[in-house]
């Protein structure tokens, strides 16, 4: 059986707004730690990896971290939880942009969502010589 494929619209679709990403994860047993909670190393990761996405989606050029600066953890993330991390881009200078992420705890089984931790990240975008090159203002939402 084939499934009928919708065409996009002319132009083809429309962008992603880069105002905000969000990723979600299940926390498995080996992202635990001894005391079966998410180890704060792979709390870092994710959220590093979803402040990337933002910048990236933001200024459509290669980016890398540059700073993390204010990060706290706030509640633990038990195994078997899901994490939602949302990430935003908050401020962009001349060449980089500040990330804010924020992970949510969330019971994969309730209604149950707490701010587990959150940090701020400053990314820098490069050209291909590797060197850093302007990204666009924020746009006013």
């Given at each position: 059986m084939?499934?009928?494929?919708?065409?996009p619209?002319?132009?083809?679709?429309?962008p992603?707004?880069?105002?905000?990403?969000?990723?979600?994860?299940v926390?498995f047993p080996?992202?635990?730690?001894?005391?079966g909670?998410?180890?704060?190393g792979e709390a870092?990761s994710?959220?590093?990896?979803?402040?990337?996405?933002?910048?990236?989606?933001?200024?459509?050029r290669?980016?890398?971290?540059?700073?993390l600066?204010?990060?706290?953890?706030?509640?633990?993330i038990?195994?078997?939880s899901?994490?939602e991390?949302?990430?935003?881009?908050?401020r962009?200078?001349?060449?980089?942009?500040?990330?804010?992420v924020?992970?949510?705890?969330?019971?994969m089984y309730?209604?149950e969502?707490?701010?587990?931790?959150?940090?701020?990240?400053?990314?820098?975008?490069?050209?291909?010589?590797g060197?850093?090159v302007p990204?666009?203002?924020?746009?006013?939402v």
């Open positions: 084939t499934l009928p494929v919708s065409c619209p002319q132009g083809g679709l429309p992603v707004p880069p105002r905000e990403t969000r990723v979600t994860h926390v080996g992202l635990t730690n001894h005391h909670t998410l180890f704060g870092l994710l959220m590093d990896s979803a402040a990337f996405i933002a910048a990236t989606r933001h200024c459509r290669k980016v890398v971290t540059r700073h600066d204010a990060m706290e953890f706030r509640n633990p038990p195994q078997g899901l994490v991390l949302v990430a935003r881009v908050v962009a200078g001349r060449t980089s942009m500040t990330v804010q924020d992970v949510f705890r969330e019971d309730s209604e969502r707490e701010l587990a931790c959150a940090g701020t990240f400053t990314l820098v975008a490069l050209g291909d010589d060197q850093p990204v666009p203002p924020l746009a006013d």
